[in-house]
C-alpha cells in the first residue's frame, strides 16, 4: 500500500493512554506508530527491528520495551495496533469509493464517445446514398448490382433525357455557385467595408442628434457639513472635574428647541471662559448648570482693577517715628529716661498709623 499523506492523531486519547511512559517512551511509541501507518501494514515482531525505527539501541529498547508493547497485539510474528488498523480500514473504504466513482466516470464517457463516433458513421453512410439516388444510369445500376454495360445498350428515353438534363443543370449549378461563392469573395471586404463606414457614419450622425436635444444636467453641489454648535461650546467651556457631557447635551439642545440663537450661548461660553482664567477649577459650574441657568445672558466682562492712592504725608510720618523710636531705645540703653519716652514713642507711633 502506497504510503499516506497524512496520520490522524487523536491528542486527548493518546495522552490518557501514555500519560504513565517516559520520554524515551513516547518516542519510541510515536516513532512505530508513524512506520505502521506510513507502511500501512503491521510492524515485525522482531526486538532488532523494532529497536531500529525506534532509533534506540538494542539496551535502550529493551528498556523501553515493556511499556510500548502494552499497546500492541502480537500475532502471525507481527505486531498489530487496534486504533491504527480501524483508522487504515476507513482510509481504505474512502479510495475504494473514490476509485470506484472514477472507473464510472471513465465508462460514462467511453460510451458518450462511442454513440458519437456511431452517430458520425451513420450520417456518412446517409450522404452516400443519398448521392447515390441523386444519379441516374449507371449509379443505379451499381447500386443494384446490375451491370452497367447493359444498361448503356438501352434506347433512351425521355426520363433518362430528363436525368441527364438534370445532371447537368445540376453541374452547372454547382460551378455557378462556385463562381458566384468566388466572385463574392473577392468583393466582401469592399462591400463590408463600404457597409461599415455607412453604419459609423450613420451611428455617429444619431449620436449628434442625439447631444443637439439632450437636455443639460444641472450638477448641484452638496452643501458643506455644518459645524455642530454644541461641539464648539463644549471646546470652549473652562474645565472642571465631574463635568458630564452627555446632561449638557441634552440642555443644550433644549435651549436651541426654545428658539434660543446657539451662537449667543458660544458666545456667552467664551466670555465666561475668559473670565475663569486663573480660578479653581473647583468652583466652575457645571455645564448642565450653566445651561439652565441660562448664563449665556450674563455678563463675564472682568471688572477694571483701581489702583488705590495712598494717603499723602503718611509713608514720611511712619518713617519719622520709626527713626524717634530708634533715638528713644538708644538713649534708654544709655541710661536716660528710655523706658517713659519708649512708652510715649510707641504711643506717638500708634497715632502716626492710625
Known amino acids: 500500500m502506497a504510503a499516506l499523506p497524512y496520520m490522524p492523531l487523536y491528542v486527548a486519547d493518546y495522552l490518557a493512554d501514555a500519560a504513565h511512559l517516559t520520554a524515551a517512551g513516547h518516542g519510541a511509541y510515536l516513532l512505530l506508530m508513524m512506520t505502521y ?116 445498350s438501352i434506347p433512351p428515353t425521355p426520363r433518362s433525357e430528363a436525368n441527364g438534363n438534370a445532371r447537368t443543370t445540376s453541374a452547372e449549378r454547382t460551378l455557378n455557385g462556385r463562381s458566384t461563392d468566388a466572385q463574392r469573395t473577392f468583393n466582401h471586404t469592399d462591400t463590408d467595408t463600404e457597409k461599415e463606414r455607412e453604419r459609423e457614419n450613420a451611428g455617429a450622425q444619431a449620436l449628434a442628434g442625439d447631444a443637439g436635444r439632450q437636455k443639460p444636467v444641472a450638477i448641484t453641489a452638496k452643501p458643506a457639513a455644518q459645524p455642530d454648535p454644541f461641539e464648539a461650546f463644549w471646546a470652549l467651556y473652562p474645565k472642571r472635574p465631574g463635568n458630564p457631557r452627555k446632561p449638557a447635551a441634552e440642555k443644550f439642545a433644549a435651549a436651541l428647541k426654545r428658539g434660543v440663537d446657539p451662537m449667543a450661548i458660544v458666545e456667552g461660553v467664551r466670555r465666561y471662559a475668559l473670565s475663569r482664567e486663573g480660578e479653581d477649577p473647583t468652583y466652575t459650574a457645571m455645564a448642565s448648570t450653566w445651561l439652565h441657568q441660562e448664563r449665556w445672558t450674563v455678563d463675564f466682562t472682568p471688572a477694571r482693577p483701581t489702583t488705590r492712592q495712598p494717603a499723602q504725608g503718611k509713608p514720611n510720618e511712619l518713617a519719622n517715628a520709626f527713626d524717634r523710636l530708634d533715638a528713644r531705645i538708644a538713649a534708654a540703653r544709655a541710661g536716660a529716661r528710655g523706658e517713659d519716652r519708649g512708652d510715649h514713642t510707641e504711643l506717638e507711633l500708634r497715632a502716626a498709623a492710625g
Open 37 to 152: 501507518w506510513q507502511r500501512g501494514e503491521p510492524l515485525p515482531a522482531d526486538d532488532r527491528k523494532l529497536a531500529r525505527i525506534a532509533r534506540m539501541t538494542d539496551a535502550e529498547w529493551a528498556e523501553v520495551r515493556p511499556d510500548v508493547a502494552e499497546f500492541f497485539r502480537e500475532e502471525d510474528g507481527r505486531w498489530f495496533q487496534p486504533r491504527i488498523e480501524r483508522e487504515l480500514e476507513k482510509v481504505r473504504d474512502k479510495s475504494e469509493i473514490a476509485r470506484s466513482a472514477g472507473q464510472a466516470s471513465a465508462a460514462r464517457r467511453a460510451s458518450k464517445g462511442g454513440n458519437a463516433r456511431s452517430t458520425d458513421d451513420q450520417r456518412t453512410s446517409n450522404e452516400d446514398q443519398g448521392a447515390a439516388q441523386a444519379f441516374g444510369g449507371q449509379a443505379s445500376a451499381s447500386v443494384q448490382g446490375t451491370d452497367p454495360s447493359q444498361s448503356a
